[in-house]
């Protein structure tokens, strides 16, 4: 995967120093669950690191526009997804930070570096909408044949389905308890 290595060097040694970085990450796509996005314009990122004497706390934004299958008719789907960016990179291996083991954090190496692309891409997987439509009021394909309901619809029978003009049809079916 596409690595975002920053350094701590030069401005970034001191405690309670800081810096802004912004700019484009060359990652084309990401996965959340079933669903591949593809990001041909890459994700953008608008990101402050900040020393707080024992480790970067990096914070900010990431945005991308991806497009994947929507949900219910499988044609290419747009969505702006954009999402907090929250990392925390220690920068040395203590034993003594109170109820944390090192192993739960990203240590910063020798030399300074450390990666964020996997934070960045992290905020994106968090923020991305569970469904995805190509419109709002896809209307999905039929069941039973497989036609694109969007270009009107298809031969099979349609008897149960509810009148449009009367939603409350369907209640005329339905056998209500005795109390
Ligand atoms: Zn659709
Ligand atoms: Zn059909």
């Given amino acids: 995967?596409?690595?975002?290595?920053?350094?701590?060097?030069?401005?970034?040694?001191?405690?309670?120093?800081?810096?802004?970085?912004?700019?484009?990450?060359?990652?084309?796509?990401?996965?959340v669950g079933g669903m591949d996005m593809q990001t041909p314009d890459g994700i953008h990122y608008q990101l402050q690191l900040t020393n707080t004497g024992e480790g970067v706390v990096l914070s900010g934004e990431a945005s991308c526009n991806a497009t994947t299958s929507c949900a219910r008719c499988l044609a290419p789907a747009n969505v702006e997804v954009t999402g907090a960016v929250e990392g925390y990179y220690l920068l040395e291996p203590t034993e003594d930070i109170d109820g944390y083991e090192d192993d739960e954090f990203e240590v910063i190496d020798a030399e300074g570096s450390f990666d964020i692309a996997p934070a960045i891409v992290a905020a994106l997987v968090y923020a991305t909408p569970y469904v995805v439509l190509c419109k709002e009021d896809c209307a999905g394909l039929c069941p039973q044949c497989g036609a694109d309901l969007n270009e009107g619809p298809c031969s099979c029978d349609q008897e149960d389905e509810v009148d449009p003009l009367n939603p409350f049809a369907v209640l005329k079916d339905l056998k209500l308890e005795d109390e």
């Fill in 1 to 31: 995967m596409q690595q975002l290595i920053v350094s701590i060097h030069p401005d970034l040694v001191e405690p309670a120093s800081t810096r802004s970085i912004e700019g484009t990450l060359d990652i084309t796509s990401y996965h």
